[in-house]
């Protein structure tokens, strides 16, 4: 069962940038499909960004196409969300998920597995 830690939330100032990180523990991270959401305070989580487990297929919320952009390096078994032109719209605690042999999910019913969660705070 594959286990998965976040990193790199934090405060930024709108405008700024932040690299989010999510390394997982299964030395077959090659074989997961990897999404990140994100849940604002008060509010459902939401679906922010998808990579399939072959690295090809990507997807994107409408609110951060063109700012954010996912990607995997299987060697570290990690996957990344940059995050650019933050804005304060973008606070929420960020989740990243993992499904076997995936697509660039967006639904999250598609993950199996889960991280903790990391804050990512913008300030105005």
């Known amino acids: 069962q594959v286990q998965l830690v976040e990193s790199g939330g934090g405060l930024v100032q709108a405008g700024g940038s932040l690299r989010l990180s999510c390394t997982a523990s299964?030395?077959?991270?090659?074989?997961?499909?990897m999404g990140w959401f994100r849940q604002p305070p008060g509010k459902e989580r939401d679906f922010v960004a998808a990579i399939s487990w072959s690295g090809v297929s990507t997807n994107y919320a409408d609110s951060v196409q063109g700012r954010f952009t996912i990607s995997r390096d299987n060697d570290k078994n990690t996957a990344y969300l940059q995050m650019n032109r933050l804005k304060p719209e973008d606070t929420a605690v960020y989740y990243c998920?993992?499904?076997?042999?995936?697509?660039?999910?967006?639904?999250?019913?598609?993950?199996?597995?889960w991280g903790q969660g990391t804050q990512v705070t913008v300030s105005s």
């Open positions: 998920a993992a499904a076997r042999f995936g697509a660039s999910y967006v639904r999250s019913e598609n993950y199996g597995y």
């Open positions: 299964d030395g077959t991270f090659r074989n997961y499909a």
